[in-house]
């Protein structure tokens, strides 16, 4: 799972399918998706959209960006996807 994370992290900003991670983990979807969520205690989705959240909360912060902007720096695809996000993890 350390090498799954890592590249979550690396790569939170780009598409990022469950396939590509499973092959990771040398492992098939369907288990990648137990296996990830028994040891995170976070679907692969909750645990990127809270990633890129606080990355963009960060942002917001530090930054006069726009919202669109940092939205779309930190890997949702469109500004709507960003707010859904952030209001199902607040």
Request: charged letters at 20%; one cysteine or more.
């Amino acid at each position: 799972v350390d090498k799954v994370i890592s590249h979550i992290y690396e790569h939170y900003t780009d598409p990022l399918s469950a396939d590509e991670l499973a092959s990771l983990a040398h492992m098939s979807t369907n288990h990648f998706h137990r296996f990830f969520k028994k040891r995170t205690e976070l679907t692969l989705n909750q645990f990127i959209n809270q990633l890129r959240i606080g990355k963009a909360c960060k942002s917001l912060i530090h930054t006069n960006a726009l919202i669109s902007v940092i939205s779309d720096q930190c890997g949702f695809n469109n500004i709507s996807n960003c707010c859904k996000a952030s209001s199902v993890l607040f």
